[in-house]
């Protein structure tokens, strides 16, 4: 069964900086891509960013081009979020998802984490 | 960012069929697959269609996914309560090199 468990979430204040992980099980996590989605309090879903698994790449969404940087270990089956410069509007819970492929551009997600709550506040 | 456009809301009673519409365009809907994502209140999201028209195994044969041109939709047959929700839609944008989601359609059953 695949599992996926977030943590790192907080507050932080704007300006600062936090770094998520996701601690992938239950699959060959070296070989597929995995993502990080994200979502306001009572907003809906916003993809964030990508990186492939066998098939290397990374992708951002436009709001966090920059200023967010995507990563994984395979060897300890762990995907990261370094979100740096963080804005009140980056408030959300973010919830990290498995790819259907080794790109990241095919397929989209097929499982999904319980999610991580960051909250940009002063 | 680009969105697909979902209609906001969507209802019915047990048993009745409801259709939900997910409207994009050229650069992500006609030459990429869809996926659909049930989410239950408080609960993360689910994926439910994947590929356009196929559904992961646990998932009812109620539900059901189609795709022509720039759009997609989301079937829902034999409504039932537990099928109260919030549905996305979602593909991969080939002008913005990223994945969007649909607007979201909150199912109602009444």
């Not at chain 1, 979430?9 to 998520?20: F, T, W």
């Not at chain 1, 099980?25 to 916003?46: C, D, H, I, T």
């Not at chain 1, 009140?88 to 097929?110: L, N, P, V």
């Not at chain 2, 989301?74 to 409504?79: P, V």
């Amino acid at each position: 069964e695949v599992q996926l468990l977030e943590s790192g979430g907080g507050l932080v204040k704007p300006g600062g900086s936090l770094r998520v992980s996701c601690a992938g099980s239950g699959f060959s996590f070296n070989v597929y891509a995995m993502n990080w989605v994200r979502q306001a309090p009572g907003k809906g879903l916003e993809w964030v960013s990508a990186i492939g698994g066998s098939v290397p790449g990374t992708f951002y969404a436009d709001s966090v081009q920059g200023r967010f940087t995507i990563s994984r270990d395979n060897s300890k089956n762990t995907l990261f979020l370094q979100m740096n410069s963080l804005r009140d509007e980056d408030t959300a819970i973010y919830y990290c998802a498995k790819g259907a492929h080794s790109s990241s551009r095919k397929g989209g997600f097929d499982a999904w984490g319980q999610g991580t709550l960051v909250t940009v506040s002063s | 960012q680009s969105v697909l456009t979902q209609p906001p809301s969507a209802s019915g009673t047990p048993g009745q069929r409801v259709t939900i519409s997910c409207s994009g365009s050229s650069s992500n809907i006609r030459y990429n697959v869809v996926n659909w994502f049930q989410q239950l209140p408080g609960t993360a999201p689910k994926l439910l269609i994947f590929g356009n028209n196929q559904r992961p195994s646990g998932v009812p044969d109620r539900f059901s996914g189609s795709k022509s041109d720039t759009s997609a939709s989301l079937a829902i047959s034999g409504l039932q309560s537990e099928d109260e929700a919030e549905y996305y839609c979602s593909v991969w944008d080939d002008s913005l090199h990223g994945y969007i989601f649909g607007t979201g359609t909150k199912v109602t059953v009444l």
